[in-house]
T-cell receptor, first 114, second 117 residues
Framework: AQTVTQSQPEMSVQEAETVTLSCTYD???????LFWYKQPPSRQMILVIR??????QNATENRFSVNFQKAAKSFSLKISDSQLGDAAMYFC???????????FGKGTRLSVIA | DVKVTQSSRYLVKRTGEKVFLECVQD?????MFWYRQDPGLGLRLIYF???????EKGDIPEGYSVSREKKERFSLILESASTNQTSMYLC????????????????FGSGTQLSVL
């Protein structure tokens, strides 16, 4: 079974600085999809960024970018120019090929210090 | 916008009670999911369904069952609630534009915080 590991239960960053959240996964598939979700105190899950495994180019969404290392099975999230509104739980997730559910990591709680 | 509605935001039940958690989506999605979220454990998949009357076990189905009689509604049932089922329950639905399509999206409800006393 696929597993997703987030090794940092908690992280903190100064406002306007950059922070990187780590994620590794285990799979034997070659075709899959990776995601980062944000969950603020409102509990609403928000998709931050998505990466297709067949794409070599790292995905970017405004201040959010990923470092996707397929051989190392690593998928880290970089948040640049951190803002107070970035404070949340961040979940890394994996989906295999076909119509399969998402598998989530345990999450990283990010605090942003003013 | 797609809406996934969970019937209760907070729920308090007693051990041994039968508990129904309801989830309704308004976009004709075929795929629906129930996750449980606990601090330090992330989201764990309980059950999912790809179509009406279809259900598949997730990673932690013990103590739960589901019902999907209509496409828009996916119910999670705790047959006899226990204190270790105190948790936050998240429902999600997903469209099916084609495997791998960038238009594929997973939509979450706001969660039900269930306390079993």
């Amino acid at each position: 079974a696929q597993t997703v590991t987030q090794s940092q239960p908690e992280m903190s960053v100064q406002e306007a600085e950059t922070v990187t959240l780590s994620c590794t996964y285990d799979t034997s598939e070659s075709d899959y999809y990776l995601f980062w979700y944000k969950q603020p105190p409102s509990r609403q899950m928000i998709l931050v960024i998505r990466q297709e495994a067949y794409k070599q180019q790292n995905a970017t969404e405004n201040r959010f970018s990923v470092n996707f290392q397929k051989a190392a099975k690593s998928f880290s999230l970089k948040i640049s120019d951190s803002q107070l509104g970035d404070a949340a739980m961040y979940f890394c997730a994996y989906r295999g090929s076909g119509n399969t559910p998402l598998v989530f990591g345990k999450g990283t709680r990010l605090s942003v210090i003013a | 916008d797609v809406k996934v509605t969970q019937s209760s935001r907070y729920l308090v039940k007693r051990t041994g009670e039968k508990v129904f958690l309801e989830c309704v989506q308004d976009m004709d999605h075929e795929n629906m999911f129930w996750y449980r979220q606990d601090p330090g454990l992330g989201l764990r998949l309980i059950y999912f369904s790809y179509d009406v009357k279809m259900k598949e076990k997730g990673d932690i189905p013990e103590g739960y069952s589901v019902s999907r009689e209509k496409k828009e509604r996916f119910s999670l049932i705790l047959e006899s609630a226990s204190t270790n089922q105190t948790s936050m329950y998240l429902c999600a639905s997903r469209n099916s534009p084609g495997a791998g399509s960038t238009n594929e999206k997973l939509f979450f409800g706001s969660g039900t915080q269930l306390s079993v006393l």
